[in-house]
Structure formats: structure tokens, C-alpha cells
């Protein structure tokens, strides 16, 4: 249908005025980073203008996060009613759509967007695919390897003509939380990174959570070992991170931080321990590695740190009801199968392979 609607494309045409569409919350957003700095290199002189959902006033909306060198303005639609929001992209009169598409965006959702997209006047567009269906599902679970959201951004770029050898997060840079963020952490004295483990135990999604006991254990452990432990996440965690206070070295930082300052302090740690959640992207980013937990509930890899060597995986396989895409879960069988001794282990191991400075 694409190819009915819009111009072939040809990577050699000067464009002038590109709009990029993508939307999501922080995870979304940092996935997206090395897909938007392709296009910035692709078209280096062009007028790039991002259009985006997340609520303005949010901490995790996309111009919190990106540097601003990648984009000349960020159209935030929130709120905005579809005619109002015809008419101001209208105006703009850009010659270039690029969708960045959530994996699980539906043919319909796509097509009401490619409709969209010849309305506001734009004749060359590309972007939009289908990532995964759920028809067969255990099938896919056990045969298909999917590509990561980075790498599958990525991959449509490249499709479509763009040179994606050179890519980067390019997040924001702010002195000013970043400098918030190392005063609590020197006043803190946790500048020692190699003292320190970092834990997220919140999610968006209650499936998404391994279960508070679990992390206790994992606390106790690294307490009784002398090590640190930061505990980070929003400020609906922190009533639980309180509980995880065992000793006077467990550090509950949820609420405290913005997405921004998290990393920051996240670079603090030697590795963090974290739920499928917009803070484990935030640990990678920062070059600090993670072990990584993830329910049973969605196919696997999709939202997977780098494969660098370093990050640890677990998600249970062979669980009946896998690939359930819940939103909340009776039991969360998958998640309780993943012990509190295998993410310790995995923890050391990690440990073991890094040569840290004293201090970061």
C-alpha cells in the first residue's frame, strides 16, 4: 500500500524538511536513539522535527533524553486534537515521513498513519512494518530469533537506502543533573564504584516484577559481602525499596532521581540488577552492565540489553502459558523460576570480568 501512496526513495534526493515519528515512554525512547542519529547523519543539513505522544510535562518523553544537536524541534501532540494537529504539520510542508514503528504497531494502526501522513501533504514515506503477529505464537517463541528494538530500527533504516554503520545514543547532555546527581552520590560516599550494585525492582507492568523476596535475598547477600547497594526507580517504588533497607549501605534513591540523573548515578555502579523496565536501558547506556530479568509474557529478545558479553538475560523458557501478554498475572510463574542464587551468580560473574578504577 506504501508504494501506492508514496514516491519511491531515493537516498540521493536533497530533502530539505524531514519529520520523524516516534512514540513510546523511556525504554521506547532510548531504543529509538541510534535510529535517530542515523537519519541525522543520513540528511546532516536537513530540518529534522520529531513527533512524539508522550505528555510534555513527563521526565520520560523523548526531549528529555535526546541531545539536542539531533533534531531542530520536537512536536508533541498530547492533548492536541487531530484537525488542530493537520493543520500545524501542514504548514511545515516537509517532503520526508519517516514512521519508527513500535513492534507491536498493528496493520491498521500503520495504514491509518500512512493515510495520515498523505493528508498533511508529504510524498515520500517510509518506515512502517509489520514485526510480529499472533497467530502461531509458541511457534515464533521457540523458532523465530527477533531482533532487539535497536537493531530493528535500525534494520528498517537500511531498507530504505540510509548508511546505518555509524550510529550512537545521543542523549542530552545536562550539566546541571548531572552535577545534582554526583553531589548525592559523593555526599552519600558511594563514589567507590566498585562497591557498588544497583537494583531496579519496579516496573511498569506488575508482570514484569521479580518478586520482592527475591531481591531481599539478593540484598542480603551483597550486604553481607560489603558492598552497596542503590536501589533505583520512581516514586511508587520507594514504599517497597524501604522494605530492602537492611543495613545502614542500602541506599533507596526511588523518586529521588530524574531518568537523566538515574544514569548518572547508574554509572556509579559496577552492575545493576533490574526488571524489563525504562531504567535497565538507562544502565546500558552508561556503559554499566546489567543483569536483566524478564518475564515470559512477550517474545523474547525484543527488548534485550546489548550482547556484549557482559549483560546477563534470564527469562524461563518452556512455561505453559508464555506469550500471554498480560498486563497482570496470578502467579508470575516465570518470573518466580528464575532463582535469587542464579541472579547472584550472574552478578559475580560479571563482577569478576570487570577491571574497575576505585572511583568513577
Given at each position: ?9 531515493s ?29 541525522k ?18 521526565n ?5 533524553l ?8 520536537i ?7 487531530k ?50 503477529t499472533?497467530i ?38 545536562d ?8 553531589q ?17 525492582i ?21 550486604v553481607?559481602d ?9 516514586a ?18 526511588c ?40 518475564s ?22 518452556n ?10 498475572c ?31
Amino acid at each position: 500500500m506504501k508504494n501506492w501512496l508514496f514516491k519511491t526513495i531515493s537516498n540521493k534526493k536533497p530533502f530539505k524538511k524531514i519529520i520523524v515519528f516516534r512514540t513510546g515512554s523511556i525504554g521506547d525512547n532510548i531504543c529509538a536513539l541510534p535510529a535517530l542519529s542515523v537519519i541525522k547523519n543520513n540528511f546532516p543539513d536537513a530540518q529534522i522535527d520529531i513527533l512524539t505522544n508522550s505528555g510534555s510535562a513527563s521526565n520520560v518523553s523523548l526531549d528529555k533524553l535526546i541531545d539536542q544537536s539531533q533534531f531542530n524541534s520536537i512536536i508533541n501532540y498530547f492533548g492536541v486534537s487531530k484537525k488542530q494537529l493537520i493543520k500545524d504539520l501542514k504548514k511545515n510542508n516537509y517532503d520526508l515521513f519517516i514512521e519508527l514503528p513500535q513492534y507491536d504497531a498493528s496493520l491498521f494502526r500503520q495504514i491509518r498513519t500512512m493515510l495520515f501522513v498523505r493528508v498533511i501533504g508529504v510524498k515520500h514515506a517510509f518506515g512502517w512494518r509489520i514485526s510480529q503477529t499472533m497467530i502461531f505464537k509458541k511457534f515464533q517463541e521457540k523458532n523465530i530469533v527477533f531482533l532487539n528494538e535497536r537493531d530493528r530500527l535500525l534494520a528498517i533504516l537500511k531498507d530504505n537506502n540510509l548508511a546505518v554503520s555509524d550510529w550512537n545514543f545521543v542523549v542530552a547532555n545536562d550539566p546541571a543533573q548531572t552535577e545534582s546527581a554526583q553531589q548525592i552520590i559523593t555526599q552519600s560516599k558511594l563514589t567507590e564504584k566498585k562497591r557498588n550494585i544497583g537494583l531496579v525492582i519496579g516496573s511498569k507492568l506488575e508482570r514484569n516484577k521479580w518478586p520482592l523476596p527475591y531481591f531481599k535475598q539478593v540484598v542480603e547477600y551483597f550486604v553481607g559481602d560489603n558492598y552497596n547497594v542503590l536501589i533505583f526507580g520512581g516514586a511508587d517504588d520507594k514504599q517497597k525499596a524501604e522494605t530492602l533497607k537492611i543495613a545502614n549501605t542500602v541506599f533507596n534513591f526511588c523518586g529521588s532521581f530524574t531518568p537523566l540523573q538515574t544514569a548518572e548515578a547508574m554509572r556509579y555502579c559496577s552492575v545493576v540488577i533490574t526488571n524489563d523496565t525504562g531504567p535497565m536501558h538507562l544502565s546500558y547506556l552508561v556503559k554499566t552492565p546489567v543483569v536483566a530479568l524478564f518475564s515470559s509474557r512477550d517474545f523474547p529478545r525484543k527488548w534485550y540489553p546489548p550482547e556484549d558479553g557482559l549483560n546477563k538475560v534470564f527469562r524461563s523458557e518452556n512455561i505453559s502459558c508464555s506469550i500471554c501478554f498480560t498486563q497482570t498475572c496470578s502467579d508470575n510463574i516465570c518470573l518466580k523460576k528464575i532463582s535469587s542464587q542464579q541472579v547472584i551468580e550472574a552478578a559475580k560473574e560479571i563482577l569478576n570480568k570487570l577491571n574497575l578504577p576505585a572511583t568513577v
